[in-house]
T-cell receptor, first 114, second 114 residues
Framework: DAKTTQPPSMDCAEGRAANLPCNHSTISGNEYVYWYRQIHSQGPQYIIHGLKNNETNEMASLIITEDRKSSTLILPHATLRDTAVYYCIVRVNAGGTSYGKLTFGQGTILTVHP | IAGITQAPTSQILAAGRRMTLRCTQDMRHNAMYWYRQDLGLGLRLIHYSNTAGTTGKGEVPDGYSVSRANTDDFPLTLASAVPSQTSVYFC?????????????FGEGSRLTVL
């Protein structure tokens, strides 16, 4: 799986958009970009994933650059409850024996303040 | 509410003792995983199972064993606990064939080995 690089920490004002970057310059053509977050003392929670097109769901938007070497997770209206560690992961979304292993890095600590 | 249940939530254990962390899911997911989380090291995969009856080693399998006798249960055993195994342990599951690739995590088991 490709390695990812994220800033260790970011701040965001409540109600503003939080834009979390991730670099994955060695990503392969069949590797997806996944985002998870972990709120303090809880298990990680899936947010969104994508291959090359931008994606949006009820939680966030994922913007992937055309060369796929970087991406940005956007929380459109951050709330205090969005304070968490955000993990960007790239991996192959395929079946067989490689199915399912996700390697979590250090992530970005997002602090949303009033 | 369907999901993953881990037990115990917290345990203090003397070094050298045997300990089994329990994990049960009621989503009929084929794939299950054990991670440990340590400050500064993120989440690291210990063992995984793609389906009942099969298991595989992750990044940090030494000192741990798992079994997968049925779909729902995936216990993690420390045969002879050591202080370096002090950590928070997360169990996760995933539906094989699910395109989203979403991992569902339990709430964690905090283990302290003295």
């Amino acid at each position: 799986d490709a390695k990812t690089t994220q800033p260790p920490s970011m701040d965001c004002a409540e109600g503003r958009a939080a834009n979390l970057p991730c670099n994955h310059s060695t990503i392969s053509g069949n590797e997806y970009v996944y985002w998870y977050r972990q709120i303090h003392s809880q298990g990680p929670q899936y947010i969104i994933h994508g291959l090359k097109n931008n994606e949006t769901n009820e939680m966030a938007s994922l913007i992937i650059t055309e060369d796929r070497k970087s991406s940005t997770l956007i929380l459109p209206h951050a709330t205090l409850r969005d304070t968490a560690v955000y993990y960007c992961i790239v991996r192959v979304n395929a079946g067989g024996t490689s199915y399912g292993k996700l390697t979590f890095g250090q992530g970005t600590i997002l602090t949303v303040h009033p | 509410i369907a999901g993953i249940t881990q037990a115990p939530t917290s345990q203090i254990l003397a070094a050298g003792r045997r300990m089994t962390l329990r994990c049960t899911q009621d989503m009929r997911h084929n794939a299950m995983y054990w991670y440990r989380q340590d400050l500064g090291l993120g989440l690291r995969l210990i063992h995984y199972s793609n389906t009942a009856g099969t298991t595989g080693k992750g990044e940090v399998p030494d000192g741990y064993s798992v079994s997968r006798a049925n779909t729902d249960d995936f216990p993690l055993t420390l045969a002879s606990a050591v202080p370096s195994q002090t950590s928070v342990y997360f169990c996760a599951s995933r539906a094989s064939g699910a395109f989203t690739g979403e991992l569902f995590f339990g709430e964690g088991s905090r283990l302290t080995v003295l």
